[in-house]
Structure formats: C-alpha cells, structure tokens
C-alpha cells in the first residue's frame, strides 16, 4: 500500500549567515530564525515523511519548546523521522522538494543535498529530488523576508 505525505516550512531570515538546507550550510549574509539549525528543506521533508506514515507532525516530536531541540542538526531530526517510520514497517519510494528562495541561489548546492537526504533516508539518489523556485520578487519570498520549502513522500507498507 503506498501513502502521500506533504510537508511545508517557513522561516524568517535574521542575524548573521550561513543558512543550511538539505544539510548544507550556504553563504548567505543572513542566517534564519529558528529553535533548530532552520533547516526549511529538512523540516518540510520530515512533515512529509511523518504525514505519509500518520505519525504527526515536527512539531509534535521534536518541539521548538524542547531545548534538547536548541540548535539541532537538522538531519539528525530526519534520520530519526526515518527510523521511526522504519520500525512502524514503511519504505520510502522517493521524496521531492521545492525551495523557494529569491536568494541564494540554489543550483550549485543542489546535488550535495540531494546526496545528503539519499544518504539519511537510505535511498537512490535518483530517489531524492530537488527543485529551487523564485517568486519573481512577489511576496515574503520576492521581498527577500525569509525562505520556504514545500515536500512530498511517497512511502509504503514493506509488511
């Protein structure tokens, strides 16, 4: 049986850089807002995968009100979202994400993310998918205010 999950993120950019998406961190002269390292890549993936397989949600597993939280590699977060949807009986089939980022520029990161999430997630890496979008200037993306991810899992029942 294959299950669909879906997973957004949001953060504001403040104080100094880097940024980290897909576990990497990115020049970018401003860092974001977060509990976590702010990973919006990471944190929408792991929605994703915890929606696919009913298990809640980030928020609820790993609390911004939770200092063990406080500064957390992100990835950490998703190789455990990926052992406890492993020891409920789920396999990934393959994730995609979509940054949205007026800036930095993404392309040159692209493929070590994507090496990044196939190796958390035990996957081919043709499995993992990565996609970064403008929002041609509109909005809090366009105005440069903060970065988003949107993803979606494809897992199933390996019982």
Do not use: W
Request: charged share 25%.
């Amino acid at each position: 049986m294959f299950r669909v999950g879906y997973g957004y993120d949001v953060h504001k950019f403040g104080g100094k850089g880097p940024i980290t998406l897909g576990g990497e961190k990115i020049d970018y002269p401003q860092g974001v807002i977060a509990h976590s390292d702010g990973d919006v890549l990471i944190h929408a993936l792991c929605d994703a995968i915890l929606g696919a397989s009913g298990l809640g949600d980030i928020g609820e597993l790993y609390p911004d009100t939770d200092d063990a939280f406080l500064n957390i590699d992100s990835r950490i977060l998703l190789r455990d979202t990926f052992k406890r949807i492993t020891k409920e009986g789920y396999k990934i089939s393959n994730v995609d994400i979509t940054v949205m980022a007026q800036a930095p520029k993404l392309l040159p990161h692209k493929e070590k993310m994507r090496s990044n999430l196939a190796q958390d997630l035990n996957l081919p890496l043709n499995a993992v998918n990565i996609k970064a979008t403008t929002t041609e200037g509109l909005g809090f993306v366009g105005r440069k205010e903060g970065i988003a991810a949107s993803a979606t899992a494809l897992i199933y029942d390996d019982k």
